[in-house]
């Protein structure tokens, strides 16, 4: 096919739901291939032209490729001028995507290539936020660029073609540049951002406060309760970052308040749905056992957690969510917690 903007060529790793939806996106104007783990779900969607495991019903581009080869991903990137992969792999993930991004790299003997990961969580052991990770994965590999593409955006409204805006945050000015070229245009706006930190523990926070906003509908704690619960989980979002070296302004803009509102009140949201069948009485295993998709919240509050214990930041929601998931605290009790707790000045 014909690109829009020529020399730059696009991969996507991880053929979930927000994987094939960029992927998808991204093929309307670009050479796009999408790898997928598992060999029976790329030939499925290679000749179906529809992932039916992570998005049914959503007809695929024609010109979309896809492979479950790392080598055939290597190859359709290595020819190009200005080569993007995205990573659309959950935060468990990312470690071992970026030591195979790495490993291909140095493979194909490419000496550029812009690398751009989606997941929203920080390492459940280590407490690591992405790009910590990936700063050590690629660490001694020369060529590598590297930002996060994060922002409010349910996959299935995205592969559906409705509007979205994203924020591509990185030190590089070419990444961002080939990352907006990648998906700017038609329903998707892209902003750009140098705020790593910042984007990156947005993205982290707001699916614990939808896990919290969730377990307060199901218990039917009211929209007042769900309001405050958004106001003081920002608070608490932006505490965490700043303390991290984020920018206090990053956490009013689309990758901290706009998504915490769209994954706190959004039904498509897998965290808010955790949270909504905990407030009705459901337990954590049989949540999980039904669903076929990440929740990333779920792993990564207790990460979050303690790593604002380590920092000296209070995060009273963070601690209730997972007081409630983990410690077997019923959900009504963990509120009446946060509720009993001393006044204060708002702001702090
Ligand atoms: N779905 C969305 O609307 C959306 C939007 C923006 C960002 N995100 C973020 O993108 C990331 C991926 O989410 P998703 O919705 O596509 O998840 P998903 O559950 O739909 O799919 C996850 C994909 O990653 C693969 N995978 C799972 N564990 C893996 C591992 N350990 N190593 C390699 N691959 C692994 C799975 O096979 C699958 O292809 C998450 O961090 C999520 O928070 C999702
Ligand atoms: O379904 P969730 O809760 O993982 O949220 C999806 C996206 O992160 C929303 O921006």
């Known amino acids: 096919m014909a690109d829009m903007a020529p020399g730059l060529r696009v991969a996507v790793l991880g053929a979930g739901s927000w994987g094939t939806a960029l992927a998808a996106a991204c093929a309307r104007g670009h050479a796009t291939m999408l790898w997928a783990r598992r060999p029976e779900l790329a030939r499925r969607i290679a000749d179906t032209r529809e992932n039916a495991d992570y998005l049914p019903g959503v007809a695929l581009p024609q010109d979309l490729r896809c ?18 992969l995205i990573l659309g792999v959950p935060v468990a993930g990312m470690e071992q995507a970026c030591r195979e991004v790495a490993a291909g790299v140095v493979r194909h003997g490419m000496g550029d290539l812009a690398v751009a990961w989606t997941c929203k969580g920080l390492d459940a052991d280590t407490g690591r936020l992405p790009h910590a990770i990936a700063e050590a994965a690629f660490a001694g590999t020369a060529g590598i660029s590297t930002g996060v593409l994060s922002g409010p955006s349910f996959a299935r409204e995205v592969a559906r073609g409705l509007p979205v805006a994203l924020t591509i ?10 990352v907006t070229e990648a998906l700017h245009g038609g329903a998707i706006r892209v902003y750009g951002s140098e705020d790593i ?18 377990i307060g509908d199901g218990l039917g704690m009211g929209a007042n309760a769900r309001a405050a619960l958004i106001t003081r989980g920002l608070a608490e979002m932006t505490r965490l970052g700043v303390a991290l070296g984020a920018q206090a302004d990053t956490f009013s803009g ?6 915490l509102i769209l994954t706190a009140t959004g039904d498509l949201s897998r ?9 009705r009485g459901r337990s954590l295993d049989e949540i999980l056992g039904d669903m076929t998709q990440v929740a990333e919240g779920v792993r990564c ?11 000296g930041i209070e995060m009273p929601i963070t601690e209730a969510v997972c007081a409630v998931l983990f410690d077997r605290v019923p959900p009504a009790q963990a509120v ?13």
């Open 169 to 178: 945050a990185s030190a590089s000015a070419e990444l961002r540049g080939r």
């Open 254 to 259: 689309l990758t901290g308040l706009g998504d």
């Open 67 to 84: 492979t479950s080869d790392l080598d055939d991903l290597f190859g359709h990137l290595s020819g190009a001028e200005r080569p993007l």
């Open 301 to 311: 509050a207790p990460a979050v957690r303690d790593l604002a214990r380590r920092c």
């Open 271 to 279: 965290n808010r749905h955790v949270g909504l069948e905990i407030g």
């Open 197 to 214: 930190v910042g984007v990156e523990v947005g993205g982290a926070v707001k699916n614990i406060m939808a896990i919290a906003c969730g």
């Open 336 to 348: 009446s917690r946060l509720l009993a707790r001393d006044p204060k000045v708002e702001g702090n």
